[in-house]
Protein backbone atom coordinates (compact mmCIF):
# COMPACT_ATOMS: atom_id res chain seq x y z
CA UNK A 1 0.00 0.00 0.00
CA UNK A 2 1.33 3.44 -1.00
CA UNK A 3 1.36 6.29 1.39
CA UNK A 4 -0.16 9.67 0.02
CA UNK A 5 2.05 12.42 2.17
CA UNK A 6 -0.42 15.69 0.48
CA UNK A 7 -0.35 18.51 2.95
CA UNK A 8 -1.19 21.17 1.05
CA UNK A 9 -4.57 21.26 -1.05
CA UNK A 10 -4.89 24.58 -2.06
CA UNK A 11 -5.01 24.07 -5.44
CA UNK A 12 -8.11 21.80 -4.83
CA UNK A 13 -9.75 25.25 -4.25
CA UNK A 14 -10.75 25.97 -7.97
CA UNK A 15 -14.69 27.04 -6.93
CA UNK A 16 -14.83 30.30 -5.97
CA UNK A 17 -13.97 29.71 -2.08
CA UNK A 18 -15.37 26.04 -1.82
CA UNK A 19 -13.74 22.66 -2.03
CA UNK A 20 -16.53 19.89 -3.74
CA UNK A 21 -16.98 16.83 -2.16
CA UNK A 22 -17.98 14.25 -4.93
CA UNK A 23 -20.17 11.32 -4.23
CA UNK A 24 -21.84 12.50 -1.35
CA UNK A 25 -24.00 9.77 0.50
CA UNK A 26 -26.01 10.28 3.57
CA UNK A 27 -23.73 9.76 6.41
CA UNK A 28 -20.67 11.88 4.83
CA UNK A 29 -21.69 14.80 6.73
CA UNK A 30 -18.93 14.44 10.39
CA UNK A 31 -16.11 13.55 7.72
CA UNK A 32 -16.81 16.95 6.03
CA UNK A 33 -17.75 18.69 9.11
CA UNK A 34 -14.13 17.30 10.36
CA UNK A 35 -12.64 18.48 6.62
CA UNK A 36 -13.92 21.91 7.35
CA UNK A 37 -12.45 22.60 10.44
CA UNK A 38 -9.01 21.08 9.75
CA UNK A 39 -9.06 23.64 6.37
CA UNK A 40 -11.41 26.22 7.42
CA UNK A 41 -13.33 26.33 3.50
CA UNK A 42 -17.20 25.31 2.92
CA UNK A 43 -17.80 22.38 1.07
CA UNK A 44 -20.20 21.87 -1.83
CA UNK A 45 -21.10 18.12 -1.09
CA UNK A 46 -22.38 16.94 -4.83
CA UNK A 47 -24.53 13.45 -4.97
CA UNK A 48 -24.03 10.85 -7.74
CA UNK A 49 -26.91 12.55 -9.76
CA UNK A 50 -26.11 16.20 -9.26
CA UNK A 51 -23.39 18.66 -10.41
CA UNK A 52 -22.14 22.49 -10.76
CA UNK A 53 -22.69 24.97 -13.78
CA UNK A 54 -19.72 27.12 -12.56
CA UNK A 55 -19.15 30.29 -14.57
CA UNK A 56 -17.23 33.14 -13.62
CA UNK A 57 -19.84 34.79 -12.30
CA UNK A 58 -22.30 31.92 -10.59
CA UNK A 59 -22.61 28.67 -9.63
CA UNK A 60 -25.30 26.62 -10.74
CA UNK A 61 -26.97 23.49 -8.81
CA UNK A 62 -27.80 21.15 -12.08
CA UNK A 63 -29.05 17.06 -12.11
CA UNK A 64 -32.12 15.86 -9.98
CA UNK A 65 -31.19 16.39 -6.32
CA UNK A 66 -30.40 19.17 -3.87
CA UNK A 67 -26.23 19.68 -3.56
CA UNK A 68 -25.43 20.37 0.29
CA UNK A 69 -22.89 23.39 2.02
CA UNK A 70 -21.23 22.15 4.78
CA UNK A 71 -19.39 24.60 7.40
CA UNK A 72 -19.06 24.16 10.76
CA UNK A 73 -21.49 22.73 11.95
CA UNK A 74 -24.61 24.20 9.87
CA UNK A 75 -25.99 22.19 6.38
CA UNK A 76 -27.38 24.43 3.69
CA UNK A 77 -29.57 22.35 1.10
CA UNK A 78 -29.33 24.02 -2.15
CA UNK A 79 -31.88 22.60 -4.49
CA UNK A 80 -31.93 21.94 -8.25
CA UNK A 81 -32.10 25.67 -10.01
CA UNK A 82 -30.64 27.59 -7.44
CA UNK A 83 -27.89 29.74 -7.63
CA UNK A 84 -24.90 29.54 -5.09
Known sequence: MYEVRLKDLNSIN??????????????????????YKNYKI???????????YVTEKSIEVIGLSSVFILAE?????????KII
Do not use: A, C, R, T
Open 14 to 35: LVKGYDIWPHYQKGMDKDIINY
Open 73 to 81: DKKEIKPKG
Open 42 to 52: KVISIPEDSGL
